[in-house]
C-alpha cells in the first residue's frame, strides 16, 4: 500500500501497475476526509462505510459547501458496462463512491420514466451507460438508448432541470479506466451543480 | 346595518385584517384562484373578474391535503393526524354567490353521514365574504351563468358571512352573520354609514344582473323525469364526444369525490386524499378489475344523475349552483343545460314507457 | 380568406349525406354548430338530417381524429354482428397529419376510414375574443403551419392553398423565448405552470396521439409511477414525460392547449421537441405514411455530442 499520504489526485491503484500518471482521474477530495482514497483491501472496512453514504447528508437545504455529496442512480448495462466497473473494481481503480449502480441488461431498457423516478427518489445525477453502438450484445439495443434517451436530455433541459444531471456515457467491458473517469468527472460536475431540488418528491408529511 | 367601502379602499382591505389569513381571486398569468394574499407581496385581490377558474372548494377541501402522517417504528406503522393543521382566523375576500351557495351544499355533503373534520376545521375558521354579480363590463353574469333557475341569484345571501356590491364608487358591505359582524368590526375604519340610496342602487344593480341571465336549467322536478329514462338511449349521443377529461368535475364548486392514497418512502410517509372524478375511466375500477362504468355514457349520466337525482332525493340539496364553468371549459361543449333539456324531453317521449323502463332498468341492474 | 367556407361546408354536408345513405359508412365524424357557444363541436353524424347539421368555419378548431382509435377498438355488443363499414371523418390538414402518424403506428386498418379532406388557411381561437369580422384572434398554430392542404384524403374539398412555408424552415420563434433563458429561469417559469395543472389530463384526452389502453399515467398496479398528489414534482413528471412519448409523433394540432382550463402553454414542449427531433434525426411527423417512426428506428450516424 502506498501511503505517501498526498492529495488523492490520481486514482490509486492497488498492485502498483506502474502507470499511475495514466489515470489522472481528477479530484478525488471528499469532503474533508480522504474517504476517496478508499483503502481497499486496508483492514479499514468500517471507513468504507463513511465513504459510500451521506458524509455531508443529503438533507436537502441543510447544506454547508464543500459538505454536499451527490447521489448518482447509474444505470449501467450487463455486458459491457456492468462489466466494465466491475474491471474498474477488481484493478483497483479508485473511483468516487456516489454512485448505485442498477444493472439492466441493456441500457436500450432504460426507460425514460426510470430516470425522472430517480431523480424524484432524490437523485443529485443519473448516469446511464451502455455497449458502444456497433457493439451491443442485443445488436441494435444501444442505437435505440441513443434515440430515446437524447431526447429526454433535451426535454429535461427545457423544463429547466440541468442536462448535465443525466449523462450517457459508452464503457465496454475493458473500459475499467474509462468507468472510473466517467464517474469521477460526473460526480465532479454534480457537486458544482449542488443538489437536485426540482423534481425531489416530497417524502412525508410535508 | 349597512355600511359602504370606497372602491380606491379595496386595496387596504386585506391589510386591515391583520388577525386575518386573507384569501382573495389572484391572477396567476390570467388564470384566476383563490390564493392567500402574502402580507408583503404586491399582488393583491383582483377586480374585474368574472369568477375564478379554480372554484373555491380548494380553500376548504384541498386539492390535496395530507391526513395522516405515516411513521414505521418497530416494524409498526402509526399515523398520526397532521400536526400543522391550519388554524386562525380566516377570510375569502370576493367569492360569487353562486361559488357560496356550493358551501351550502359542501357542508351537507361533508358532514352527512361523517363528519369529516378536515373539511369542518377549514371551513369554520373562514369568515366569507362575497361580491355580488351586477353586470357590469368583464362581470358576470356571463352567457353562461344560470344561478337563478337553480335556487341562486346574483346578489343572493346564501353561505355568506358578508356581501359586498359594486355601487359605482363604492361597494355596498353588508354583514349577515356573527361572523360577517365581527368582520365589519375589524374593518370599521374602511366602512362608513350607508344611505337608503346605497342600498336601492345595489338592490337595482343586482336585478339588472338577474334580467342579463339568460339561460335556464330545466332543474324543476329533475328526480322524476331522470328516474325513467336510465337505460335511455339518449344518454349515448352526447356522450359520444366527452373526452373523459374531468375538467367539469373537477372545476364544479360542489363535486367533491376524492381519493385515499398512502404516500411512502422508506418509513416515513403520508395519508393523503387528492380530488378525483367520477370521469376517468378507473374511478370506480373494483379489484377484481370489473369496471362498472366502462364507457363514457355511464359516466356523464352518473354525472348528471348524482347532481340532480341522488342528491336531491337523499339529500334534498340540489348539486348545481349555476357557475357555468363547465360550461365554458368543456373542450368539447356538453353543456350541462343542453343535456338535461335532451334528458326532459327524452323523458316526455318514453312518458307512458317510463314505469315499464324502470321495471326492465332495475331488472337489468339486478341481473348485472 | 380566399376559402369560400360557405361553399366547402356546402359541399361536405352533401358527400356526408351522400356515403351516410349509401351506407357507405357506419357514421361522419365532423363539426356541428354548438347553440349555445361560438365554438363548433364534433357530432357522429349517422342521418341525412345529422349530415345537415355539418358546419365547416372559422371555428371548427377540434381535431376529431382523437376519436378514431377508440371508435375502431370498439367491439359490438354481445350477439351483434360487428360493423365493418369504414369510419368517415372529416379533416382540416393538422387534423390529416394525425392520420398519417396513426397509419404509421399501425393503428388504422386500410379501408377502415373514408376521408374528407379540407384545405384551410388557418382557425380562429375561441379562447381570445378580438373585435373585428373574424370575432377572434387566430390561433397560434395556425401561425407555424406549413400544411394547408390535406395530406390524406379520399376527397378533397376546398380549392388548393399555396405552401408557403416548410418545417426546414421553420425557425420555431415561439420557443425561442424559453430556449434564451438560463435553466433556472425555464425552471421557474415551468414550476409557475405546474403549480396550476390541476391534471385534469384533458391535454392527453384530447390528443390523437394519446391512444394507449392503459396509459402509464393511471397505472397503479404494483404501483403508481406517478402519484395522484397534485404538486410541483408530479405535475412536471407528467408534463416531461408525456413530452417524450410525443417526441417525434406531435403534429401540432394544438388540441392540448386549447382543452386546457388552466392555460397553460403545452404546446411549447411539444413544438420544442419537435424541433429538436428534425435538428437531430430529420424527423418530420405527420408527412408521409412510410416514414419510420422516431424512437422505433434508428441511424447508425445518430448524433451523440453530449455521450461520453
Known sequence: MSMDGKDTKAPRSQGDRGDAENQEVGSQEVGSQEVGSQEVGSQEVGSQEVGSQEVGSQEVGSQEVGEFEPKIIGFLCNWCSYTGADLAGTSRIQYPPNIRVIKVMCSGRVNPQFVMKAFQEGADGVLVSGCHPGDCHYIEGNFHTRRKLTMLRDQLEFMGIEAERFQISWVSASEGIKFAEVVSNFTDRLRDLGPQTQLVKRGGAR | MAKILNKEDLDRLPGVLSGYDVYAPVSHDGVLRFCRLEEDSDQGMETGFTNTHKPPKDLFFPQTEVMLELKREDHKWTGTQETARPTGKAVALGMRPCDAQSLNILDVLFTWDYVDNYYINNRNRFTIVGLACTGGDK????????????????????????????????????????????????????????????????????????????????????????????????????????????????LCPTCHCFDINDVVKLGEGRRERTWDSCQFEYYSIHASGHNPRPAKKHRQRNRIYHKFHYMVKNLDVLGCVGCGRCIEKCPVNIDIIEVMQGAKEAAKEAGKEVEKEAGKGEAKEAGK | MAINRDAMQTEIREVARKWIEAGEVRFVLGWEKSPNSDLSRPIFASSADDASR????????????????????????????PDCR?????????DSKALVELTKEKQIPEGSIKVIGVTCEGQLDPSRPEPGNDAYAKADKCSVCHNHNPLMADVVIGDEVAETSKLEDDDFSDVK??????????????????????????????????????????????????????DVPENVFYHVIRGLHLAGRCIDCGECERACPMDIPIRKINRYLMKRAYQRFGVKPGQDPEDESMFGSFDMNDPQEEIW
Open chain 3, 86 to 94: 369504414p369510419i368517415g371523418i372529416v379533416v382540416k390538414p393538422c
Open chain 2, 139 to 250: 362581470e358576470p353574469p356571463t352567457a353562461s351563468c344560470f344561478c337563478t333557475s337553480v335556487g341562486g341569484g346574483p346578489g343572493s345571501k346564501e353561505g355568506l358571512d358578508v356581501i359586498m356590491t359594486d355601487i359605482g364608487n363604492h361597494y355596498l358591505f353588508e354583514a349577515l352573520t356573527d361572523k360577517g359582524r365581527d368582520l365589519e368590526a375589524a374593518t370599521a375604519e374602511l366602512l362608513s354609514q350607508a344611505d337608503d340610496g346605497h342600498v336601492q342602487q345595489a338592490k337595482e344593480a343586482v336585478e339588472a344582473a338577474e334580467k342579463k341571465i339568460s339561460r335556464k336549467m330545466p332543474a324543476e322536478g329533475s328526480v322524476e323525469y331522470l328516474d325513467g329514462i336510465f337505460d335511455h338511449d339518449y344518454w349515448e349521443g352526447f356522450a359520444q364526444r366527452c373526452l373523459g377529461c374531468g375538467i367539469c368535475t373537477l
Open chain 3, 177 to 230: 423565448g424559453l430556449e434564451e433563458m438560463t435553466t433556472k429561469e425555464r425552471w421557474e417559469f415551468w414550476k409557475r405552470q405546474s403549480e396550476r395543472c390541476v391534471r385534469c389530463y384533458a391535454c392527453r384526452d384530447a390528443c390523437p396521439m394519446c391512444y394507449c389502453v392503459e396509459c402509464i399515467f393511471d397505472r397503479e398496479k404494483p404501483y403508481r409511477w406517478n402519484d395522484k398528489t397534485v
Open chain 3, 54 to 81: 355539418l358546419v365547416w368555419n372559422g371555428l371548427c378548431t377540434g381535431n376529431l381524429t382523437r376519436y378514431l382509435v377508440d371508435e375502431l377498438r370498439k367491439k359490438p355488443k354481445r350477439g351483434e354482428e
